[in-house]
């Protein structure tokens, strides 16, 4: 399983959850299997196209999906994922 | 340890070895096995740029008189004790030089004894190069009040006197004067950055007062700038503090950021986010970008390309959010909540990177994304890399002129405020 760490305004889609543990083998796979497993998540990290959203940064371990191969990114159980969208919050 | 007649060491043995030296015998016998040198010569070597290292060793109040051009400033105080700091190789060319030559070959023989194999003291010191009319350099020196002031800073290596000076000449905007700005301005004034400014058309309310720690009750209702002004003040009377009571625009970015060193966003909006990101990479000023969410934040420094002074640079925010959400999707602190503390730390890690960038120490968090989890306790640090694609900073940019960020962000043409909520 790998560790998919949650966002903090997806995480009321989690059951709060910060970390949750997934299957799959590709990132692609793993982000399916998360929307699969919390209604609604699909919806919020991908466009109509099926491509991540732009204000949306996803990375496997310490590296940024697009300088890997994108959904295709192979994945261990011992990877972690990461999803950080654009926050605005300052004041 | 004192024995029956009171003598803790043997005296007379001592004696034998350590004979009694006048001043002059002194300098007559140490003046035989240290090797000198001339203004003449040390001119010549430093005008060669031959390796060599020139140490003046006379006090402070005299260093600050005046020195020779590219020396160290090493007081024979602290000779031994802080050479090593300065020039560790005991192969290495050292010039030592004091005001006369007298000084300087007495620390030279002191020099000798940790194993200094090339060390040269300057026959007439800086009176005998200032006759010659050789140039000098008259340093910039802080105050005995800034020096009681900084003194943490001070006897910190890495700033030490000349970079508090570099703190002092710098200037530090902050966009907005929030949760984020708060912490950030107290900090940065209390280091010492000579200038700050701070942009904030808002006015204080008790809501802010959870975590806004630049504002106080005595202050509602006033406007957050001089509210700021005043509490930066208070904290350090030594700086500038300029406030700029309007909201940052396409029209009056380029005037209020230019001529700052670094910006520091704490706006609490995308258009306000993408305008100050634009604008700063136009003007090549280093954006230290930070966002925070209920429990969560982020960091990073956003570096334009500078190859005249070697900084290779790094992504913007473009790279990382080309596109921004469409309005609403993403709920602001005012819908969903922050919890106190954590703009304190955001803030700070910004004070942090605006201080290293101006002094020019460590690592700028460039290229590197720094995530805060206040609830897990954990920080973790990603990757960002520069977009070839990126309309501003890629291979082929498109955009060389401020946008209308309203309408980019599709949100209704309002004012834009860096910290309305």
Known sequence: MTTVYIPTPLRRLTANQSKVEIQGETLGAVLKALGETYPGVEERIFDDRGQVKRFINVFVNDDEMRTLQGLDTPVRPEDKISIVPAMAGGS | MSGANGRIFPATSEKDTMPILTRDQLLARISERVPETTPREVHDWLQNGADVRVIDIRERDEWIQ???????????????????????????????YCAGGVRSLLAAANLQEMGYTNVLSMIGGFNGWKNLGLDIEIPRYLTPAQRERYDRHLILPELGEAGQIKLL?????LVGAGGLGSPAALYLAAAGVGTIGIIDYDLVDRTNLQRQILHG????????????????????????????????TSHNAFEILRGYDVVLNGSDNFPTRYLVNDACHMLGIPLVDASIFMFEGQVTVYQPADPSRGIEGGPCYRCLYPDPPPPGEVPSCAEAGVLGVLPGIIGSIQAVEAIKLIAEIGEPLVG??????????????????????????????????????????????????????
């Open chain 2, 66 to 96: 005046g020195h020779i051009p590219g020396a160290t400033h090493l007081s024979r105080s602290f000779l031994e004790l802080q050479i090593e700091q300065i020039e560790p190789n005991r192969d290495a060319r050292i010039v030592l």
């Open chain 2, 169 to 173: 000449d710098g200037k530090v905007l």
């Open chain 2, 368 to 421: 590197r994304l720094l995530m805060y989890d206040a609830l897990a306790q954990e920080f973790r640090t990603l990757n960002v890399r520069r977009d070839p694609d990126c309309p501003l900073c890629g291979d082929h940019p498109t955009l060389y002129e401020l946008i209308d960020y309203e309408q980019f962000c599709g949100v209704p043409a309002a004012p834009v405020t860096p910290s309305a909520t």
């Open chain 2, 217 to 248: 009750e005595a202050t509602i209702g006033q406007p957050k700038v001089d509210s700021a002004i005043q509490r930066l003040h208070d904290l350090n009377p030594d700086i500038e503090v300029i406030g700029y009571r309007e909201p940052l």
